[in-house]
């Protein structure tokens, strides 16, 4: 994921942000995303919107250290070590996460704030 953006760019074989071959389209991360409850999916594609605890928690009518809870579930889940890396693959997966009718499956960036979120 990352190393097709910022290592890319920087050219430098050392960079310790390059994630080699993590796509999220291939089968492997499809495996991972459907260790997700439709709940973390939900939370994971708001996300990749960019809100923050107390936003999400607002959109989706629930507590903030809910939400809290989600998010490292998430992340112990996809394997990752932050928020924003899980928030990077939400984006980059969307396709992957989204079933609404109204999203086109090479979509990479999720609609931002939602009414009724994106999710199967």
């Avoid at 389209?25 to 439709?38: D, K, Q, V, Y």
């Avoid at 998010?71 to 992957?96: D, N, P, W, Y």
């Amino acid at each position: 994921m990352f190393e097709r953006s910022y290592a890319h760019h920087t050219n430098d074989p050392s960079c310790p942000y390059q994630w080699s071959e993590r796509d999220p389209a291939s089968g492997s991360w499809a495996a991972r995303l459907e260790r997700l409850t439709g709940r973390e999916k939900e939370v994971l594609l708001l996300l990749g919107t960019g809100l923050g605890n107390r936003q999400l928690a607002r959109e989706l009518s629930i507590a903030e250290r809910t939400v809290k809870a989600h998010i490292a579930r998430i992340i112990e889940k996809l394997g990752q070590e932050t928020r924003l890396q899980a928030a990077m693959l939400s984006v980059l997966a969307h396709g992957l996460l989204c079933s609404h009718p109204g999203c086109a499956q090479d979509d990479v960036i999720p609609p931002r704030r939602r009414r009724e979120p994106c999710v199967a």
